[in-house]
């Protein structure tokens, strides 16, 4: 997806039209102008170039390659020419980014800290950086709290803070970076693939093997924007690896542990659903509904019973591995499962159990 300097400045402020945040297909408008009734008929790359600040032509020009300048909401060709009254927009796969955060009192778990870098293990139902419908509560406002007597610390400076995200409700562990030269460092260690990330998730069904590789390329589903697909045969998307090992078959689930090579948007989620086994109660990747077994009777309300206990997808970032910037000491840390994750397990077990006697 093409960037288009986020938070710039509108220069003619006076056809800008206020923002609308999301398109039917999913898509978030960044910017967005009317033309009036005396226009001229202009190129479209024209027309923006001389509305938005800092953004060049040959950026416009590759936005609307890749169908993110848009005539009345139809994606159209850079040297499309503008008519009176029409609409132009910029839309892309993710929502402009919050001008400042603000700095919230919100408790965080913090597993390791020192004056580099900080490891704090988020809870589910946290969204970790302001966005579209979610500008405070978030991990990022938390952090300019906690950090706000620190004087080299700037919650609205992109050199620092998150180094990587997990979903909101996804639970588990993350590393923050406090200084510039810490975030390029562990950075590039994710870039190539030199950390370590182990999750835990129960996924519907019962495995046939106790480790499996899954590859394959992921993006957006055409049919549904806020969900990332698998393209087997490469077509679309990046490369993608999760390696699945089985620590526990449960009836009509399993207990699993995923270990990333790569870091691909919801890449486990994905994966999982790619190779039939969604994630518990991933409403999303379609893991909420009951997959397996009976849909009738006492069954049906102990999935109901386990779908309230997890009220969520049941997938937690248990293990972080790393080399700190500074020392270069290899660094690891694990999580225990959170309660609800744990609970639903042991739910699990204890059908298990009760339905071999």
Not at 333 to 343: G, I, K, T
Request: overall charge positive; some cysteine; glycine content about 6%.
């Amino acid at each position: 997806m093409v960037l288009i300097m986020e938070n710039s400045e509108i220069l003619n402020k006076e056809n800008a039209l206020p923002d609308i945040t999301m398109t039917q297909d999913g898509m978030f408008e960044h910017f967005r102008f009317a033309a009036d009734k005396g226009q001229k008929k202009i190129r479209v790359d024209k027309f923006l170039v001389d509305r938005i600040f800092d953004s060049s032509r040959s950026r416009i020009q590759a936005a609307a390659t890749v169908g993110c300048v848009r005539v009345d909401g139809v994606p159209v060709k850079s040297n499309y020419l503008v008519k009176p009254m029409q609409v132009v927009t910029i839309v892309m796969d993710r929502p402009r980014q919050s001008s400042e955060v603000v700095a919230e009192d919100i408790p965080i778990n913090i597993v390791y800290e020192d004056d580099t870098l900080m490891v704090v293990n988020k809870p589910a139902g946290m969204v970790v950086h302001p966005g579209h419908g979610n500008y405070t509560g978030t991990l990022v406002n938390a952090l300019a709290w906690y950090l706000k007597g620190d004087p080299n610390y700037d919650a609205n400076d992109p050199r620092l803070g998150l180094v990587h995200r997990i979903d909101k409700d996804t639970s588990g562990l993350l590393v923050i970076a406090k200084t510039p030269e810490a975030k390029a460092n562990l950075g590039r260690q994710f870039f190539h693939k030199t950390t370590e990330r182990k999750y835990e998730a129960l996924v519907w069904g019962i495995t046939k093997e106790d480790e499996i590789r899954i590859e394959g390329n992921i993006d957006r589903d055409p049919k549904d924007r806020l969900r990332m697909r698998v393209f087997p045969d490469g077509s679309q998307g990046k490369s993608a690896v999760t390696h699945c090992r089985t620590l526990a078959r449960l009836g009509y689930v399993t207990w699993v542990e995923c270990q990333l090579e790569t870091g691909r948007t919801h890449q486990i989620r994905a994966h999982m659903r790619y190779i039939g086994h969604p994630i518990f109660n991933d409403a999303r990747y379609g893991g909420s509904e009951i997959l397996k077994g009976s849909t009738l009777g006492k069954y049906k309300q102990f999935v109901r019973n386990c779908f309230v206990v997890c009220p969520r997808q049941a997938l937690h970032a248990k293990t972080l591995g790393f080399t700190h910037p500074v020392t270069n000491e290899r660094m690891s840390f694990d999580s225990p499962l959170p309660e609800d994750f744990q609970n639903l397990v042991d739910k699990w077990t204890a059908y298990v159990e009760q339905n071999k006697r």
